[in-house]
């Protein structure tokens, strides 16, 4: 499975241009298809949702043409698409699933659509029930009540009220109005039960007002489309930022610090998701506004306060509460959220999950999700993300407390692409300085005594890869083993404590620097499953205010952002004449003949292992030891530190 690490944020601070809105862009892309004449979008959001609408308007002869910068033109069919019958796989897009579904069942032909094993998992059942009331002829292709569908052209049917259930996914209600006016005659619609998820109807009314389609509403409860009703294109159509990925952003810059602000959105926007700053204000945050940006900050003394709110103005916003209120003092609890549970993944479950590995605890219900935060701080974890771009992007926000690995990282492309890119943008993390280097070359000495000197925490990566090897022994498994030293590495019970390293409870610091120990160390090193195993577990090490590692592949892997770089050698007859005297001092017996040949081929081995190999940076700074004291290497390496990064 595909990962990204992500270090721990001291901060968060800056400027992000939000992309365009998916709720807008999938319905603009629609009505632009379905309305008379040609229509420019501009800043049209360009995602795994909007490809999917795309290439269904394509094949079904909807023409779609580059227009001015970035803006796409399309040209409308006027409610008669050109193609009678297609074959329309649209992934896990619901935005494009449900509206489209609607108009081709009204429209009249022959399809078939479906989308992954997830779509097929979502109800449609109301929204098929609400078109047959209008005459459209559609068939369960699996499983009665969800995709995927096959669709004909629909009967006659002169019935002028249908009822549509509304509290289940608000899209059904979008989908059918949307429709609506491909009838050509007064067509009112009753929801059944309360509606969820309002503000994206309100999304729906906009979007259709700007085609030239007026909905006339009664309240929650009714929604007549007039006899008569055809869209128009408008011209030229801006696509607002989106509103829901603002809030991840918007989010950071209160738990962060800040100011942190989202351009390309302002108060005024018919998404309702950019309520969600209200929420980020009521838990203590700073919000400022203008026309077109929105910008958070911390709460000026103190923490953010948790909260009790009904999330029926913000559904999908308020995933990203969920992860906001590991930082607050106090429990949050998230309300009328039962629309979570037929989403990408069942989220109130999955953010359930994730949270608890986080350390919080979590109660969760069938419409409502309570967190208290954890005690003692978050605690370091992999994110499993259920191919659910929301949940990649809520969760990624513990970063401000504990590194994170984020599994499938790449389904933040369903609706923001480069959302990692933008979020190390804002992102201040913990500061590396990664010692690399040779054997006995002085790399943990130098490297505990620079942390020391900085007040920062210090990582002997070798150690872990020893106490690899030393646990393997005990468990009686060769070193050569991959799969089995891999589970032992990924399962290590260790502890640091001071200058103690503790496995399984028992105190090993000796046991693990025997010549032995230090050989299979080397050995299990080479194994990528190993290395694998281990990576996470290393850069979970980086914690504020910083951290000092030393190692092999400390600046080449693990911490290739590392602030300060150092590579560490010496002549091989030096380092055998150090590890003699070391040897001598703990009372083991050496001969310096054995160690001088045991370091070259560890060298060799090291330096070629087809994983990870021990090399220097190109931004490493070189450092011979051979005639340095420990203290002179300290203060050259101190001094590097304090010049800043190595210019290439």
């Given at each position: 499975?595909?990962?990204?690490?992500?270090?721990?944020?001291l901060?968060?601070?800056?400027?992000?241009?939000?992309p365009?809105?998916?709720?807008?862009?999938?319905?603009?892309?629609?009505?632009?298809?379905l309305?008379a004449?040609?229509?420019?979008l501009?800043?049209?959001?360009?995602?795994?949702?909007?490809t999917?609408?795309?290439e269904?308007?394509?094949?079904?002869?909807v023409?779609?043409a580059?227009?001015?910068?970035k803006?796409?033109?399309?040209?409308?069919?006027a409610?008669?698409?050109?193609?009678?019958?297609a074959?329309?796989?649209?992934?896990?897009?619901g935005?494009?699933?449900?509206p489209?579904?609607?108009?081709l069942?009204l429209?009249?032909?022959?399809?078939?659509?479906a989308?992954?094993?997830?779509m097929?998992?979502?109800?449609?059942?109301?929204l098929v029930?609400?078109?047959?009331?209008l005459?459209?002829?559609?068939?369960?292709?699996?499983?009665?009540?969800?995709?995927?569908?096959a669709?004909?052209?629909?009967?006659?049917?002169?019935?002028?009220?249908?009822?549509?259930?509304?509290?289940?996914?608000?899209?059904?209600?979008?989908?059918?109005?949307?429709?609506?006016?491909?009838?050509?005659?007064?067509?009112?619609?009753?929801?059944v039960?309360e509606?969820?998820?309002?503000?994206?109807?309100?999304?729906?009314?906009a979007?259709?007002?700007?085609?030239?389609?007026e909905?006339l509403r009664?309240g929650?409860?009714?929604?007549t489309v007039?006899a008569?009703?055809?869209y128009?294109?408008p011209?030229?159509?801006?696509?607002?930022?989106?509103a829901?990925s603002?809030?991840?952003?918007?989010?950071?810059?209160?738990?962060?610090?800040g100011?942190?602000?989202?351009?390309?959105?302002?108060?005024?926007?018919v998404?309702?998701d950019?309520?969600?700053a209200?929420?980020?204000?009521?838990?203590?945050?700073?919000?400022?506004?203008?026309?077109?940006?929105?910008?958070?900050?911390?709460p000026?003394?103190?923490?953010l306060?948790?909260i009790?709110?009904?999330?029926?103005?913000?559904?999908?916003?308020?995933?990203?509460?969920?992860?906001?209120?590991?930082?607050?003092?106090?429990?949050?609890?998230?309300?009328?959220?039962?629309?979570?549970?037929?989403?990408?993944?069942?989220?109130?479950?999955a953010?359930?999950?994730?949270?608890?590995?986080?350390?919080?605890v979590?109660e969760?219900?069938?419409?409502?999700?309570?967190?208290?935060?954890?005690?003692?701080?978050?605690?370091?974890?992999?994110?499993?993300?259920?191919?659910?771009?929301?949940?990649?992007?809520?969760?990624?926000?513990?970063?401000?407390?504990?590194?994170?690995?984020?599994n499938?990282?790449?389904?933040?492309?369903k609706?923001?692409?480069?959302?990692?890119?933008r979020?190390?943008?804002?992102?201040?993390?913990?500061p590396?300085?990664?010692?690399?280097g040779?054997?006995?070359?002085?790399?943990?000495?130098?490297?505990a005594?620079v942390a020391?000197?900085?007040?920062?925490?210090?990582?002997?990566?070798?150690?872990?890869?020893?106490?690899?090897?030393?646990?393997?022994?005990?468990?009686?498994?060769?070193?050569?083993?991959?799969?089995?030293v891999?589970?032992?590495?990924?399962?290590?019970?260790?502890?640091?404590?001071?200058?103690?390293?503790?496995?399984?409870g028992?105190e090993v610091?000796?046991?693990?620097?025997?010549?032995?120990?230090?050989?299979g160390?080397?050995?299990?090193?080479?194994?990528?499953?190993v290395?694998?195993?281990?990576?996470?577990?290393?850069?979970?090490?980086?914690?504020?205010p910083?951290?000092?590692a030393?190692g092999?592949?400390?600046?080449?892997?693990?911490?290739?952002?590392?602030?300060?770089?150092?590579?560490?050698t010496?002549?091989?007859?030096?380092?055998?004449?150090?590890?003699?005297?070391q040897?001598?001092?703990?009372?083991?017996?050496?001969?310096?003949?054995?160690?001088?040949?045991?370091?070259?081929?560890?060298?060799?081995?090291?330096?070629?292992?087809?994983v990870?190999?021990?090399?220097?940076?190109?931004?490493?700074?070189l450092?011979?030891?051979?005639?340095?004291?420990?203290?002179?290497?300290?203060?050259q390496?101190?001094?590097?530190?304090?010049?800043?990064?190595?210019?290439g």
């Amino acid at each position: 499975m595909d990962y990204l690490d992500l270090p721990q944020l001291l901060a968060a601070r800056g400027t992000v241009r939000l992309p365009g809105s998916k709720s807008l862009s999938n319905r603009l892309l629609l009505l632009a298809a379905l309305a008379a004449g040609k229509t420019e979008l501009c800043e049209l959001l360009l995602s795994d949702d909007t490809t999917r609408m795309l290439e269904a308007l394509q094949t079904l002869g909807v023409d779609v043409a580059p227009g001015a910068g970035k803006a796409l033109c399309i040209t409308g069919v006027a409610g008669d698409f050109p193609v009678r019958a297609a074959d329309l796989f649209l992934g896990n897009a619901g935005t494009a699933f449900r509206p489209l579904t609607a108009a081709l069942a009204l429209a009249g032909g022959n399809y078939r659509l479906a989308g992954v094993p997830r779509m097929h998992e979502r109800p449609i059942g109301d929204l098929v029930d609400a078109l047959r009331q209008l005459g459209a002829e559609i068939r369960y292709l699996a499983v009665e009540g969800f995709p995927p569908l096959a669709i004909h052209p629909p009967r006659p049917c002169s019935q002028h009220v249908v009822r549509v259930r509304g509290d289940v996914s608000s899209q059904f209600l979008t989908g059918l109005l949307m429709a609506l006016p491909l009838r050509g005659i007064e067509t009112t619609v009753e929801v059944v039960g309360e509606l969820i998820s309002r503000p994206y109807i309100d999304i729906t009314l906009a979007s259709m007002a700007r085609f030239g389609v007026e909905v006339l509403r009664d309240g929650w409860r009714r929604f007549t489309v007039p006899a008569g009703s055809a869209y128009r294109s408008p011209g030229v159509v801006q696509v607002e930022g989106d509103a829901s990925s603002a809030s991840y952003f918007l989010a950071l810059g209160a738990i962060g610090g800040g100011p942190l602000r989202v351009e390309g959105i302002g108060p005024d926007s018919v998404q309702g998701d950019v309520r969600f700053a209200d929420a980020l204000s009521a838990m203590g945050a700073q919000i400022t506004t203008g026309a077109r940006w929105i910008e958070a900050s911390a709460p000026p003394a103190g923490r953010l306060q948790g909260i009790d709110l009904d999330c029926n103005h913000i559904p999908d916003a308020a995933m990203t509460l969920a992860t906001t209120a590991l930082f607050a003092e106090g429990p949050t609890t998230l309300r009328h959220i039962a629309s979570w549970r037929v989403k990408e993944t069942d989220r109130i479950a999955a953010m359930a999950a994730e949270l608890r590995k986080l350390g919080a605890v979590v109660e969760e219900g069938a419409d409502y999700i309570r967190i208290d935060p954890p005690v003692g701080g978050l605690q370091a974890a992999t994110i499993d993300t259920y191919d659910d771009h929301r949940m990649a992007m809520s969760c990624s926000l513990a970063a401000l407390g504990t590194p994170l690995r984020i599994n499938d990282p790449e389904t933040v492309a369903k609706t923001f692409p480069d959302y990692f890119a933008r979020f190390a943008e804002v992102g201040q993390t913990v500061p590396v300085i990664a010692i690399d280097g040779t054997s006995a070359s002085g790399k943990g000495t130098i490297a505990a005594r620079v942390a020391q000197a900085l007040g920062w925490h210090y990582l002997d990566s070798g150690a872990l890869y020893r106490l690899t090897a030393l646990a393997a022994q005990r468990a009686g498994m060769a070193w050569e083993d991959e799969d089995c030293v891999a589970a032992i590495a990924a399962g290590l019970d260790v502890e640091f404590v001071g200058n103690a390293i503790l496995l399984s409870g028992e105190e090993v610091s000796d046991a693990i620097r025997s010549e032995e120990i230090s050989a299979g160390a080397s050995r299990v090193a080479a194994l990528p499953a190993v290395r694998a195993a281990l990576l996470f577990r290393q850069r979970a090490f980086r914690r504020p205010p910083g951290l000092v590692a030393d190692g092999r592949d400390m600046a080449s892997v693990v911490f290739r952002d590392a602030t300060t770089k150092v590579f560490l050698t010496a002549s091989v007859e030096m380092r055998a004449m150090r590890r003699h005297k070391q040897l001598i001092e703990k009372g083991m017996a050496a001969s310096i003949a054995d160690l001088l040949l045991d370091l070259r081929e560890r060298d060799e081995r090291d330096s070629q292992r087809s994983v990870a190999p021990m090399q220097q940076s190109t931004d490493a700074h070189l450092l011979d030891t051979t005639n340095h004291t420990i203290e002179t290497a300290v203060a050259q390496v101190l001094d590097w530190v304090s010049r800043g990064p190595k210019k290439g």
